[in-house]
């Protein structure tokens, strides 16, 4: 069985605990600020493969700080950076996500990072403050996959979104021969448990 390990990264309010609560269980949670660090587990099957799918999703910070650690940053095997179409701050933030996350592949990863950038609360098109365009044009400089959604709305393109992120994991471990840099590693999951402070969740 496969172990896929993603992050979620985005600034607050951007609704990104919403968009992954949104994939696991279906349901829409609404908006919750929350400052500590989770850690999801789920087991799905994608083109006929077991996998075991492990999420990172931290506290959101604000631009000026270092968005996650270092270690997670290499622990993990892809990305969905959120950010939300009412605040250009937000998308300001996701920019310097994706920034951070190349600074630290460089080195690393010869190939491209598998990363998705989304768009949430589709829903509020009235309030919008960044065009589609403007996400579009970001994801291609970065050479990420891109999609607007809605958590509040739709289910399923946040189900696509994510199952395209997760092929694009497979396929780049593929031609790594599964090797991963901390895989296997009891320092890894010391540092999971220390940081994470023990919130593993099952769905």
């Keep these: 069985?496969?172990?896929?390990?993603?992050?979620?990264?985005?600034?607050?309010g951007a609704g990104k605990s919403a968009v992954l609560v949104r994939f696991l269980t279906k349901r829409f949670i609404g908006e919750y600020a929350s400052n500590t660090n989770s850690l999801y587990h789920k087991r799905l099957s994608i083109d006929g493969r077991q996998l075991n799918l492990e999420v990172f999703d931290p506290c959101s910070q604000s631009g000026e700080s270092?968005?996650?650690?270092?270690?997670?940053?290499?622990?993990?095997?892809?990305?969905?950076?959120?950010?939300?179409?009412?605040?250009?701050?937000?998308?300001?933030?996701a920019k310097n996500i994706l920034a951070q996350i190349k600074e630290s592949r460089r080195e690393t990863c010869k190939g491209e990072v598998p990363i998705c950038l989304v768009g949430n609360k589709q829903d509020l098109c009235h309030s919008r403050q960044v065009s589609e365009e403007?996400?579009?044009?970001?994801?291609?400089?970065?050479?990420?996959?891109?999609?607007?959604?809605?958590?509040?709305?739709?289910?399923?393109?946040?189900?696509?979104?994510?199952?395209?992120?997760?092929?694009?994991?497979?396929?780049?471990?593929?031609?790594?021969?599964?090797?991963?840099r901390y895989s296997g590693s009891k320092s890894m999951a010391k540092l999971i448990n220390n940081v994470f402070?023990?919130?593993?969740?099952?769905?």
């Design 1 to 12: 069985m496969n172990d896929i390990k993603l992050a979620l990264l985005g600034s607050e």
């Design 134 to 180: 403007e996400g579009r044009s970001l994801a291609q400089e970065n050479k990420c996959h891109f999609q607007e959604v809605s958590a509040a709305e739709n289910y399923l393109e946040i189900s696509n979104l994510f199952t395209k992120l997760i092929r694009h994991v497979m396929e780049q471990l593929k031609h790594r021969g599964d090797r991963r």
């Design 197 to 203: 402070g023990k919130r593993r969740k099952s769905v």
């Design 66 to 93: 270092r968005c996650i650690l270092e270690e997670p940053l290499d622990w993990a095997d892809g990305f969905v950076v959120v950010y939300t179409i009412s605040d250009r701050t937000s998308f300001l933030n």
